[in-house]
């Protein structure tokens, strides 16, 4: 079981930057699938990024690919999202994850056991 801590979150204004940074701790932070997920309100929780354990690849979802960046950094334990020219559609409550998923499921949420508590992010003029 490994715990996370998202934070970095806040308000930024459209064509803003902003990242994200999730901690984990207890758990063999190598060997995980490291995700970020958001949820609008009234929406689903969707996938955003994805961090392979092992660091064998990363996936994006594709209203993001180009503005945003995962990365992460094993000695530390922290993954995190950098995120460029935001809109508002961006405004979400997002969400770190750890799991180990197969390639095929690496986009779904159900795929990851370990949640952290979420991190406001709002784009607004």
């Known amino acids: 079981q490994v715990q996370l801590v998202e934070s970095g979150g806040g308000l930024v204004q459209p064509g803003g930057s902003l990242t994200l940074s999730c901690a984990a701790s207890g758990g063999p932070f190598r060997s995980y699938d490291m995700a970020w997920f958001r949820q609008a309100p009234g929406k689903e929780r969707e996938f955003v990024a994805v961090n392979r354990r092992y660091g064998s690849a990363t996936y994006y979802a594709d209203s993001v690919k180009g503005r945003f960046t995962i990365s992460r950094d094993n000695a530390e334990k922290k993954v995190s999202l950098q995120m460029n020219s935001l809109t508002p559609e961006d405004t979400a409550v997002y969400y770190c994850?750890?799991?180990?998923?197969?390639?095929?499921?690496?986009?779904?949420?159900?795929?990851?056991?370990?949640w952290g508590r979420g991190t406001q992010v709002t784009v607004s003029a």
């Open positions: 994850a750890a799991g180990t998923a197969i390639t095929s499921t690496v986009r779904r949420s159900d795929a990851y056991a370990n």
